[in-house]
């Protein structure tokens, strides 16, 4: 798919990190970006400086992700690209022994919903609801339709000790992928997901210095923590690339995680 001021694209997740990066990668190619987040205050001013529009969605409410849909379409027209980069993770293992009182604490299952909730069914909910506007216009000349993107993480396959909740969804995010590729298929709209290592993001930018330096130290090359830009130019690749399709991606400088 070719870039330009014709195309409008929705970016969740699109206030900070990974998001905004690809959203402001996007707008310098001229395409009218919509943001979806729960953070107001950055998602406005992200989306005045873009020319775009922010949209006040958490991804887990069936109202406001149809109204942040309507609200988007209405300023920019139907969108053909779709980046789900909302989530979030929480640590905490299956079963903990607290080392003072000696107290077995077994994982809330209502933390190990909520994540679920996010990350998967957010993200499919979107998927859906955008795919299903995109079915409504018509392929471009290069043959597609719409594209859509997921991002997943490398904790999917290499799931650390406390990631039980977050490995779960970021791996069923790997077994959507292949599966809404070929529903969408006869629709001509793409699917692939990115799987991200260690990246600098709002996550670890309160981390102490002494962490992040020996986090990025554990990566194979290039020893640091990855940049959101990178993740944003992956992701463009993916919009251009009419022939990358049901794909999963790791971006990780050939790290495996570790146990811990």
């Given at each position: 798919m070719k870039l330009n001021s014709d195309i409008a694209a929705v970016v969740t997740g699109g206030a900070s990190?990974?998001?905004a990066a690809t959203a402001r990668l996007l707008?310098?190619?001229?395409?009218k970006v919509a943001l979806f987040d729960i953070n107001e205050?950055?998602?406005?001013?992200?989306?005045?400086?873009?020319g775009g529009v922010f949209c006040p969605v958490d991804v887990t409410n069936e109202t406001q992700v149809e109204a942040g849909f309507a609200a988007a379409r209405a300023a920019h027209g139907?969108?053909?690209?779709?980046?789900?980069?909302a989530g979030t993770g929480k640590a905490a293992k299956t079963v903990s022994r607290d080392k003072q009182t000696g107290e077995i604490r077994p994982f809330p299952t209502e933390l190990f919903n909520?994540?679920?909730q996010i990350n998967l069914v957010g993200t499919f909910r979107c998927i859906a609801r955008s795919a299903a506007g995109m079915l409504t216009l018509p392929e471009l000349p290069d043959g597609d339709r719409g594209v859509i993107i997921i991002t997943a993480s490398i904790a999917a396959e290499?799931?650390?000790i406390g990631q039980a909740a977050y490995s779960a969804s970021k791996g069923g995010l790997l077994g959507l992928t292949l599966p809404v590729a070929r529903d969408l298929s006869s629709e001509s709209i793409r699917v692939n997901t990115i799987m991200p290592g260690i990246f600098d993001t709002p996550l670890l930018r309160g981390a102490p210095q002494n962490v992040k330096d020996a986090l990025g130290a554990s990566v194979p090359y290039p020893k640091r923590l990855g940049h959101p830009?990178?993740?944003?130019?992956?992701a463009l690749e993916m919009i251009r690339n009419s022939y990358l399709n049901g794909e999963k991606?790791?971006?990780?400088?050939?790290?495996?995680?570790?146990?811990?």
């Open positions: 990190g990974l998001g707008a310098a190619q001229g395409v205050q950055h998602g406005s001013a992200l989306a005045n400086e873009l139907q969108e053909r690209v779709l980046i789900n980069c909520s994540i679920v290499d799931g650390q830009d990178e993740y944003a130019s992956l991606v790791r971006l990780d400088g050939a790290l495996r995680m570790a146990p811990r």
